[in-house]
């Protein structure tokens, strides 16, 4: 098993590891304690999503999630871990009014959140911030595909990049935020035969979510694969069912007080 003893990934590792067919294992985290037990089953990249506005914070989508509770939780997620890249998502319209405001966003993530990469959804539309934020030293991770902060416009958490047209769209998109330098694209929830062609046409690294195997890496959120999370998406694959298994814990624990079972003794 690899061990928290292995040099620290860095965002250009990943171009390489593309290169020689290695793939990319990342997960989402969302606090120290996870982190640690994800470095050490030897995820090479953890990210600290805006998912955690519905799988820690209880809200329906990702929408209402600031800046600041990105921030929060990636000090968490990077203060507990050594070898994993851990990339933290700009927020729904924390970033895209302009570059200054994508510029000073980014720094809060890296600087106060601790994170040495930033994610941000969005094409062709962002790709000028994105070729800005890489030329002052942030490394970026582009997002496709579906883009959970559209879901208003998008009617849904949808499967996109289903129409020749919507597919052409998404391979320019692709190439544009390439080009401007992002380091990685994740690919959410589109065809497999779409997720391989932009693959293909790419040298920087896709890493898939809901679209098919052929993708350099891929990337889920911890909470569904564990159980823990009641609404998973039909891509999710679930290794472990810690839900039930903290339901059961925590019932056992209630009847032992409950019956006075707990403590044994006193101390
Ligand atoms: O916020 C997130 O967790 C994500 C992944 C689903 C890719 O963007």
Not at 47 to 62: F, I, K, N, Q, R
Not at 219 to 241: H, M, N, R
Request: with cysteine; glycine share 10%.
């Amino acid at each position: 098993m690899p061990t928290n003893q292995q040099r620290p990934v860095r965002a250009p590792d990943l171009r390489r590891w593309k290169a020689d067919g290695r793939k990319i294992v990342m997960l989402t985290a969302y606090d120290a304690t996870m982190a640690r037990l994800l470095e050490r089953a030897g995820v090479d990249l953890l990210l600290v999503g805006d998912s955690l506005g519905m799988v820690v914070l209880g809200y329906e989508t990702t929408v209402p999630v600031t800046l600041d509770d990105v921030v929060h939780h990636a000090r968490a997620v990077s203060r507990a871990v050594r070898r994993p890249l851990v990339v933290a998502d700009l927020p729904f319209l924390s970033f895209q009014a302009s570059v200054e405001q994508a510029v000073r966003a980014a720094a809060r993530l890296m600087q106060d959140g601790g994170a040495a990469a930033v994610k941000l959804e969005g094409g062709r539309s962002v790709a000028d911030l994105v070729k800005r934020l890489v030329e002052i030293g942030v490394p970026v991770m582009g997002h496709l595909g579906l883009t959970p902060q559209a879901v208003h416009q998008l009617g849904g958490f949808r499967r996109q990049g289903k129409t020749a047209e919507a597919a052409e769209a998404l391979l320019a998109d692709a190439l544009a935020l390439q080009e401007a330098g992002a380091f990685a694209l994740v690919l959410e929830s589109i065809p497999g035969p779409l997720a391989e062609r932009v693959t293909q046409a790419l040298e920087i690294p896709t890493i898939g979510i809901g679209a098919g195997p052929t993708c350099d890496g891929q990337v889920l959120v911890t909470q569904d694969i564990l159980g823990l999370y009641d609404s998973i998406p039909p891509f999710a694959k679930v290794y472990a069912e810690l839900g039930r298994a903290t339901v059961e814990a925590a019932s056992s624990y209630a009847e032992d007080v409950r019956q006075g079972r707990f403590p044994e003794s006193e101390g």
